[in-house]
């Protein structure tokens, strides 16, 4: 006997080891699942089994896989208690057998579960119907089995991963190309001033990415509502319809029966999704799609890339009508001023509340436009916080603003490498912009958990960092070249600092230090450094009005640069 048990064991130790191999080596959960049941199934003479997975909700679990005579088809899910697997999704029982099965698998057959985990999560269960010999041996079949499950679910988990790793690749292979759509939209619309031109190309744009045949694009403009732009309407409905639709206050409105009774010319249209759009303007702005050709279904992703697309022809069409008026009132004045009122638009509208930061900023341009700018993005656990200079003032260097605002909008949700951002950044704006337009730039991430602040310095006035306690200062300089002022021929490089309670940093444009008295002398970094000193005890809006007050008192009336300032500290 000794001997027999021996072999046995001999023989499991040997199946263990081919199975751990082949399972290794397979990225296939289906394989893997299906040599699980068959070895399962034949060790211990079961005539039914199944494999279950835990669904991402952690409410059900999914039939992966099954064998033999059930009532549950693959694909179907099943609602277990969360008392059996516990409220967190996590099943520490290794082996569940007798009156412990659920009756919903028990009435099937099913009289042992095996717990398919690995060392920190739980993916499902291993599902047996009774032993046609007799009882598992808990010393030899359980053991067995027990062992071949935790092997299976490690590739399973591998599997698992490997598949989001692919569709991560994917989301963000998509997002890259939409980006650089975007990127070529934005110059084609920029190089044009023609509306028949900017229809077309954002016709083609909606054929050729999306596939979409109808669309229109309607803009709410004071005392009017108009359609801008439309193709593959077969009626196009009155001002009172069309004002009804701003009624809704979502973003994205899945167009359902009681909407297509409710606006008749949607169902007439075959329009399948409206999407709210932002003009900056507080001119409110709907795009409406119909059916994709191919009977191809919108995505979640797909709105993100749509509504960036309305935004940016929006944006394009009121470009044009912006010029008419100018042509037809010659009204440079007013063209200014609402120019100031777009660029404030593009500015933070507020500072968010970050738990242990406090922060604050400050923006004056020399013109009613001006070249300056700053950001405050947050995003997932990541505070990003820009300054810029664009050469020049006025009209001109609030539109390359713009487009500097443009970009950081777009690479900040892409989660990529500061300095490689910054490197393509360069690259675009180098490309298109004339040779005697370039940035100073400075932008930056703060961690909010570690508040560990990693920066990129592109050509701007370094950022002064004050230790508290001490007189103490660093400059942020690590970075590279000018934004535009030539090719990005190396990376650029990252810098990193960390942030302590009551430390300091003051970002600012040269507007500060080259501000200039009736003397022609300038506030130099020297006083910028003596006025923070005294007053780096204060909270961050003070050191940002002490350090206003200071420049002000010194230029007098003399307003040369545009002044932009910001000032963070932890608290």
């Not at 046609?132 to 991963?161: C, D, H, R, Y």
């Not at 394009?316 to 004045?333: A, C, F, G, V, W």
């Not at 934004?483 to 600012?508: H, N």
């Amino acid at each position: 006997m000794d001997n027999l048990a021996n072999s046995q064991s001999h023989f499991d130790l040997k199946t263990l080891l081919d199975t751990t191999r082949l399972l290794v080596e397979s990225h296939d959960p289906d394989f893997v699942m299906n040599n699980l049941l068959l070895i399962s199934m034949g060790k211990v003479m079961a005539s039914r089994a199944m494999v279950l997975l835990l669904d991402a909700d952690h409410q059900n679990y999914l039939v992966a896989k099954t064998k033999g005579k059930l009532e549950y088809a693959e694909g179907q899910k099943i609602a277990l208690s969360s008392l059996f697997y516990g409220s967190d999704g996590v099943q520490t029982t290794s082996v569940i057998s007798g009156q412990n099965v659920p009756d919903i698998l028990g009435d099937q057959g099913i009289a042992t579960m095996f717990n398919i985990r690995t060392s920190d999560r739980h993916l499902g269960f291993l599902c047996l119907g009774k032993k046609l010999t007799g009882n598992f041996s808990k010393t030899a079949e359980t053991g067995f089995l027990e062992s071949l499950v935790f092997m299976s679910a490690v590739a399973i988990g591998n599997s698992q991963l490997m598949k989001e790793l692919k569709e991560t690749n994917r989301k963000l292979d998509m997002k890259v190309q939409e980006m650089h759509t975007l990127f070529d939209l934005s110059k084609e619309f920029n190089a044009t001033i023609e509306r028949n031109q900017i229809i077309r190309i954002f016709k083609f744009a909606l054929l050729g990415q999306m596939l979409v045949r109808s669309f229109f694009l309607v803009i709410k403009k004071e005392q009017t509502i108009e359609i801008v732009a439309q193709g593959g309407m077969k009626s196009i409905p009155a001002e009172d319809e069309l004002d009804k639709l701003f009624a809704y206050d979502a973003d994205i409105i899945k167009v359902n029966e009681p909407a297509q009774v409710k606006y008749p010319f949607l169902a007439e249209n075959q329009i399948e999704v409206l999407l709210r759009l932002n003009s900056q303007e507080d001119q409110p702005a709907f795009l409406g799609l119909g059916k994709r050709s191919g009977g191809q279904s919108y995505k979640k992703e797909d709105f993100n890339f749509l509504i960036s697309l309305g935004n940016l022809v929006l944006l394009s069409l009121l470009k044009t009508y912006l010029l008419e008026e100018q042509i037809e009132k010659k009204r440079i004045d007013e063209e200014l001023n609402l120019a100031r009122v777009i660029q404030k638009k593009l500015l933070p509208d507020e500072i968010p509340y970050i738990k242990g930061i406090d922060l604050a900023a400050f923006n004056l341009p020399s013109r009613q436009v001006g070249g300056d700018y700053y950001d405050v993005i947050p995003f997932e656990n990541n505070l990003f916080l820009a300054i810029a200079d664009v050469t020049g003032k006025g009209v001109p260097a609030s539109l390359l603003m713009a487009n500097l605002q443009a970009m950081l909008q777009v690479m900040v949700p892409l989660n990529i490498d500061l300095a490689e951002a910054t490197g393509k950044i360069n690259t675009i704006i180098y490309k298109n912009t004339e040779s005697d337009k370039f940035i100073s730039f400075f932008w930056g991430k703060l961690d909010i958990t570690n508040h560990v602040f990693t920066y990129v310095n592109a050509g701007h006035n370094p950022p002064y960092l004050f230790r508290a306690g001490t007189r103490d200062y660093e400059e942020l300089s690590t970075g590279g070249i000018l934004l535009g002022a030539m090719p990005t021929l190396g990376p650029y490089s990252e810098g990193s600092v960390k942030l302590g309670r009551d430390d300091m940093i003051v970002f600012f444009t040269d507007g500060v230090t080259e501000a200039m008295n009736s003397l022609e002398e300038e506030y130099a970094e020297k006083r910028l450094i003596k006025c923070i000193h005294k007053n780096k005890h204060r909270e961050s809006g003070e050191v940002l009005n002490c350090i206003i007050d200071d420049v002000n008192a010194f230029r007098g009336n003399q307003l040369g640069d545009d002044l932009t300032l910001m000032v963070i500290k932890g608290t």
